[in-house]
């Protein structure tokens, strides 16, 4: 499996790379936080940094395959 993780305020978000089926809800949701790469593989935009946590929650929210993992400060997963 290939994930990538970013800290985004107190939130972890990781993307697992395998399971995106670039359907873009998360990008139509939150352009701030979600890109598409060469491959159209959801990565982290250069703006993630800036986004809220209810930006984070409701972008990883909408993913059809759930490969966006939202964990709390203390590694509890709160999406999916």
Known sequence: M???ER???ELTVQIDR???I????CIKV???????DDE???VFAKTAADCTREQ???ACEVCPVDALIVKDSSGK????
């Open 2 to 4: 290939s994930v990538d």
């Open 7 to 9: 800290k985004i305020g």
């Open 18 to 20: 395998d399971s995106c």
């Open 22 to 25: 670039s359907s873009g809800n």
């Open 30 to 36: 939150t352009p701030e936080l979600f890109e598409f």
């Open 56 to 58: 984070v929650i409701e």
């Open 77 to 80: 997963q709160i999406v999916p």
């Open 40 to 42: 159209s593989i959801a």
